[in-house]
């Protein structure tokens, strides 16, 4: 793979990628092997045999994976994983191997980002994927269906939660400062615990814990909830796509070995992942939201070592970030109103300023793919700090109107939505300004 086929893939800009060679040549990320065709490197594969065995730079070039070809950890969760669950996008599977990884680790990370499966309808495989994890991520606490906000807190430290039926908690408002909270590294909530005198007696909780939360509905979860998870959609699956049945008393001992060989690996390599983490060495990540980052660098650092020397390095990488890609959309910064935003730009560039009610600028933009009313508009401008006021326009009377200046639409695009890759072009109509969206990744398409 040439260099320009590899900042392609990767969707690096020219600054970005020259940081990952500089971050290969000073073994940052790995062995160059991790880039095929790299002009340096000769894979192990192709390299000429040594009458005393392998050389150490050859040892070095096939890395952690042992040998060119050997499946890694991430292949083998993401393996036994599709025996039971079905995904529509075969990324996904890595995706959450990678996570169920990060349960053992997450001490070592500052973030630790939730796991959001959802579904339209019942029966989609959610609390199937719940069960296998409950086999297999970091000291589980069993699938609970309707947890209190007093069992969340108190058993946050140390275990992993998995949350299923979330649709249908009536306390989800008392549950909402745990999870929000619980993401971060020392996040805490403080609730007064009874003495033996009687008297109450404030106490603090450390929340932080890994998480995997399932229900029907992605708007289930609170906006700022839904902002720190990686939401993976489930469907029915039709009679063609049936998946083995995942009964604990026949895939058990499977689950155990396999959970044996998880643990083995984290002993093997915490090191190396805490020290490429603290590194902050992710330059394919700085498409995304702050946000994002935040909770994805630790998968990218577990991918990074999971497959240094192995000649699928790339694309497990470009496999990671067209997944977060999909599962974030940077949809839970609001940026569903993102679109109107630009949209209103657009025609700013004709119309500076832009007038008109909400009906009149709703009319405006009927030709969206999904063309906001009235409400919409409305709301929108208001929540941005628009106002509307009397306002004559052309010959008729006076009404209260908005008027949108096109640098106050551009300030608002540029700091809420835009898209760092192209930040310096034209704002055009429909673009979602979602960074990864439409990502490049080699011809592999996300689907959701």
């Known amino acids: 793979m040439k260099d320009d086929d590899?900042?392609?893939?990767?969707?690096?800009?020219?600054?970005?990628?020259?940081?990952?060679?500089?971050l290969l040549t000073r073994g940052r990320i790995g062995s160059a092997e991790e880039?095929?065709?790299?002009?340096?490197?000769?894979?192990?594969?192709?390299?000429?045999?040594?009458?005393?065995?392998?050389?150490?730079?050859?040892?070095?070039?096939?890395?952690?994976?042992?040998?060119?070809?050997?499946?890694?950890?991430?292949?083998?969760?993401?393996?036994?994983?599709?025996?039971?669950v079905f995904l529509q996008n075969p990324k996904y599977y890595?995706?959450?191997?990678?996570?169920?990884?990060?349960?053992?680790?997450?001490?070592?990370?500052?973030?630790?980002?939730?796991?959001?499966?959802?579904s339209p309808e019942r029966q989609s495989g959610k609390s199937t994927l719940l069960d296998v994890l409950n086999l297999l991520v970091y000291q589980s606490t069993g699938v609970q269906i309707s947890p209190t906000e007093a069992v969340m807190f108190r058993t946050a430290e140390g275990h992993t939660h998995l949350l299923d039926e979330v649709d249908s908690?009536?306390?989800?408002?008392?549950?909402?400062?745990?999870?929000?909270?619980?993401?971060?590294?020392?996040?805490?909530?403080?609730?007064?615990?009874?003495?033996?005198?009687?008297?109450?007696?404030?106490?603090k909780y450390s929340v932080f814990a890994?998480?995997?939360?399932?229900?029907?509905?992605?708007?289930?979860?609170?906006?700022?909830?839904?902002?720190?998870t990686f939401a993976v959609p489930m469907v029915r699956q039709k009679k063609d796509e049936k998946k083995e049945r995942s009964r604990e008393r026949v895939i058990g001992a499977q689950a155990k070995a396999l959970k044996q060989e998880i643990e083995s690996w984290v002993k093997e390599h915490e090191k190396a992942v805490a020290e490429k983490y603290d590194s902050a060495d992710f330059p394919y990540l700085e498409l995304f939201g702050d946000r994002t980052i935040d909770i994805a660098e630790p998968l990218a650092a577990i991918v990074e070592v999971a497959y240094k020397g192995h000649p699928d390095a790339v694309q497990a990488l470009k496999h990671l970030i067209d997944a977060i890609a999909s599962t974030r959309k940077e949809q839970q910064s609001a940026s569903n109103d993102h679109p109107l935003l630009k949209h209103l730009l657009y025609l700013a560039e004709t119309a500076d300023p832009l007038v008109g009610n909400a009906t009149e600028l709703a009319g405006d933009?009927?030709?969206?793919?999904?063309?906001?009313?009235?409400?919409?508009?409305?709301?929108?401008?208001?929540?941005?700090?628009?106002?509307p006021k009397p306002i004559r326009k052309g010959g008729?009377?006076?009404?209260?109107?908005?008027?949108?200046?096109?640098?106050?639409?551009?300030?608002?695009?540029?700091?809420?939505?835009s898209d760092p890759e192209a930040a310096s072009t034209e704002s055009e109509?429909?673009?979602?300004?979602?960074?990864?969206?439409?990502?490049?990744?080699?011809g592999l398409s996300s689907t959701q």
């Open 35 to 84: 880039v095929p065709g790299s002009e340096q490197i000769q894979t192990a594969s192709n390299a000429p045999a040594q009458a005393d065995g392998p050389s150490k730079q050859q040892k070095n070039a096939v890395g952690d994976s042992k040998k060119v070809g050997q499946k890694t950890i991430i292949d083998n969760l993401a393996d036994f994983l599709e025996r039971f």
């Open 210 to 228: 890994p998480r995997a939360l399932a229900g029907i509905g992605l708007s289930i979860l609170h906006g700022t909830t839904l902002d720190r």
């Open 429 to 442: 109509p429909e673009q979602s300004g979602l960074p990864g969206q439409g990502l490049d990744t080699g």
């Open 365 to 387: 933009c009927a030709n969206m793919e999904t063309p906001p009313d009235t409400y919409a508009v409305s709301r929108v401008l208001r929540l941005y700090g628009f106002k």
């Open 169 to 203: 908690w009536r306390n989800k408002d008392e549950l909402k400062d745990v999870l929000n909270a619980g993401f971060k590294k020392g996040g805490i909530v403080i609730r007064c615990d009874k003495g033996k005198g009687g008297a109450f007696t404030p106490k």
């Open 6 to 22: 590899i900042k392609r893939s990767l969707r690096l800009t020219d600054e970005q990628f020259e940081r990952y060679k500089s």
């Open 94 to 118: 890595k995706l959450i191997a990678a996570w169920i990884l990060a349960t053992y680790l997450h001490t070592k990370f500052e973030f630790s980002g939730y796991l959001f499966v959802y």
């Open 396 to 417: 008729e009377k006076s009404l209260y109107r908005y008027s949108l200046s096109k640098a106050a639409l551009q300030e608002l695009v540029d700091r809420w939505a």
